[in-house]
């Protein structure tokens, strides 16, 4: 066991869902990271959250919402998704930067397995 | 622009062999090279890091080799055992912060 949870595992939603992942990490990190992984693509950095800061969000799309109520836990918040954001979402914490400082090592969630018909 | 390049998409190796998978990148603020097994169902798990300032790297039956000039790296996995068999993600990072740039994985199967 990561230390770090996803629910749910797997999730099948129609483009006009509403819907929300969660993450929760036991690891007493800091930082915390939404993930989109697709088939044949490197893993691709969504969002990151620093000491529950939003510290970066790369270009993705509106209908992808981020939450991160405290350093535990982090929601994707999914609305009016299209075919092509069907992917394994992944989830990963670390002990977070500019504190500790030299590499910051991300330990992953096992994700989600999302589907949108 | 993809960051880390990785070859092969997928590899067979009998039980026993080596396997070897490589990566290559371009940006020479890279400084530190983790690879990331990653099993169905699960997420990526860090297998073993390099920093550039050595050329190997060895742990049991895992070896990162690291060239900096030709900027590539690669993982063998000596002796491959069937339960070896997983996806295969290297990465490369500045070294300080948590931005990591991966590659696109290798399947790796190792057949009894």
Same mark, same amino acid.
């Given at each position: 066991?990561?230390?770090?949870?996803?629910?749910?595992?797997? @999730?099948?939603?129609?483009?006009?869902?509403k819907?929300?992942?969660?993450?929760? =990490?036991?690891?007493?990190?800091?930082a915390?990271?939404?993930?989109?992984?697709?088939?044949?693509?490197?893993?691709?950095?969504?969002?990151?959250?620093?000491?529950?800061?939003?510290?970066?969000?790369?270009?993705?799309?509106?209908?992808?919402?981020?939450?991160?109520?405290?350093?535990?836990h982090?929601f994707?918040?999914?609305?009016?998704? =299209?075919?092509?954001?069907?992917?394994?979402?992944?989830?990963?914490?670390? =002990?977070g930067?500019?504190?500790?400082?030299?590499?910051?090592?991300?330990?992953?969630?096992?994700?989600?397995? @999302?589907?949108?018909? | 622009?993809?960051?880390?390049?990785?070859?092969?998409?997928?590899?067979?190796?009998?039980?026993?062999?080596?396997?070897?998978?490589?990566?290559?990148?371009?940006?020479?603020?890279?400084?530190?090279?983790?690879?990331?097994?990653?099993?169905?169902?699960?997420?990526?798990?860090?297998?073993?890091?390099?920093?550039?300032?050595?050329?190997?790297?060895?742990?049991?039956?895992?070896?990162?080799?690291?060239?900096?000039?030709?900027?590539?790296?690669?993982?063998?996995?000596?002796?491959?055992?069937?339960?070896?068999?997983?996806?295969?993600?290297?990465?490369?990072?500045?070294?300080?912060?948590?931005?990591?740039?991966?590659?696109?994985?290798?399947?790796?199967?190792?057949?009894?």
């Amino acid at each position: 066991e990561t230390g770090v949870t996803q629910t749910p595992r797997h @999730l099948v939603m129609g483009m006009t869902n509403k819907k929300s992942l969660k993450c929760e =990490q036991h690891l007493g990190h800091n930082a915390m990271y939404w993930y989109k992984q697709s088939a044949k693509k490197p893993l691709e950095l969504m969002f990151v959250y620093n000491f529950k800061e939003q510290t970066e969000n790369n270009s993705v799309p509106s209908r992808f919402s981020p939450e991160c109520p405290n350093s535990s836990h982090l929601f994707l918040h999914l609305h009016t998704l =299209q075919p092509e954001d069907s992917a394994l979402y992944l989830c990963a914490s670390s =002990q977070g930067t500019p504190r500790s400082g030299g590499i910051d090592e991300q330990y992953f969630g096992p994700g989600t397995r @999302l589907t949108v018909t | 622009q993809q960051q880390v390049k990785q070859s092969p998409q997928s590899l067979i190796v009998q039980k026993g062999g080596i396997s070897i998978i490589n990566c290559a990148y371009e940006n020479t603020a890279f400084d530190y090279f983790p690879w990331y097994q990653q099993f169905p169902g699960k997420g990526p798990a860090l297998l073993i890091a390099i920093r550039p300032d050595v050329s190997e790297k060895k742990e049991g039956r895992f070896t990162i080799s690291f060239n900096k000039s030709a900027k590539q790296f690669s993982l063998h996995i000596m002796d491959s055992q069937p339960g070896d068999s997983a996806t295969y993600f290297c990465a490369a990072s500045p070294g300080t912060g948590n931005q990591f740039y991966f590659g696109t994985g290798t399947s790796l199967t190792v057949i009894p």
